[in-house]
Every structure is written in C-alpha cells, then in structure tokens.
C-alpha cells in the first residue's frame, strides 16, 4: 500500500505505475464509502436533534400550561371564583395579561358585575338574630285581635318564623 508522500513524490515527476493507480483508486472508492457512512450517521444525528428540539418544546408547553393554571386557580381561589377553567377561557378570551395587576382586577371586576353567580357569597346562618316576637309561646296570648297582631303573631306564622331562623342570610 502506497503512503501519501509516496504519492506526492510520484506525481511530482514521475509517471504512476498501473499498480499504482488501481491501488489509488480502490483508497479514492474506500474514502467514498467512508463519505457515505458519514452522511448515514449526520442524518442520524440530524434527526436525533430534530427529535430533542421537539420534545424540549413539548417540554416548554407543558411547564407555560401548567404554571398558567397554578395562576388561575390562585387568582380564582383569592376571588373565590367557582369555576377556574371557566376563568381560565374568559381570560384567554379577553386576552387577559395575568401578570399586570390592574389589568387582572379589572378583569375580575368587569367578570363579578357581568357573571355575579360564578362568585361564592358569604352566607351566615338565620334570619340575622332572630325574630323580636316570641315564636315558641303562643303568639295570640300578647294580641287580641288576629288583624292587629305582629306579622309573626298571625295564624301559620310560627312554621314561617321557625324556618326563616334557620334560613342562610347573604353578606355582601
């Protein structure tokens, strides 16, 4: 087998043997196969990459898509907001930047004078304290006269008072 500065002696001035060209062309034929392999393995590689840059941004997605519904579901718990997905489609809908403020309090605001039901209340328990008429105690002994009597003093009226005490009062 010839060495490159064999080569380069010949070619310099004497003429190359017939040996020596076919030897020249299988080493030429050998570094062709070698350039295939190479190209085999740098689409390989390629796709390789192609692959990684897919699942990096898959990745990503997930990560903006799960640290938008951490942010949804706090802002929709801190204005006790029923249904976060719901917010989570009117914010997408109206474009809302949930990392300005103001922008998101306005949001809310405009959201609780437009869909008041999707926000929880407060409720206490009763009628707000409880009935100044006796509603145990027969409510015809302080009044005479049916017509005349308080509104808790007339006939069925205990049913109704008993059930408004335990009645939830709404907070606003």
Excluded: W
């Excluded at 064999?6 to 003429?15: D, F, L, T, Y």
């Excluded at 605001?109 to 409720?123: A, G, M, T, V, W």
Aim: proline fraction near 6%.
């Amino acid at each position: 087998m010839l060495k490159i500065h064999e080569i380069i002696a010949k070619a310099a001035g004497k003429p190359l043997s017939a040996e020596e060209c076919a030897e020249l062309k299988a080493m030429a034929d050998n570094s062709g196969n070698h350039s295939n392999s190479s190209n085999d393995e740098i689409t390989r590689l390629r796709n390789e990459l192609a692959n990684a840059i897919n699942e990096r941004d898959n990745a990503r997605s997930q990560l903006a898509a799960a640290a938008r519904k951490n942010q949804i579901d706090a802002l929709a718990a801190k204005h006790r907001f029923c249904d976060p997905e719901y917010l989570d489609f009117l914010a997408k809908k109206e474009n809302v930047n949930l990392e300005c403020d103001s922008e998101v309090s306005n949001f809310i605001q405009k959201i609780n004078s437009e869909k008041p039901r999707f926000f929880d209340i407060d409720l206490n328990s009763g009628a707000g304290g409880g009935s100044q008429y006796p509603t145990t105690a027969n409510p015809f002994n302080s009044a005479p006269d049916a017509a005349s009597a308080p509104p808790f003093a007339r006939p069925g009226a205990k049913e109704i008072a008993r059930m408004l005490e335990d009645a939830p009062e709404a907070v606003f």
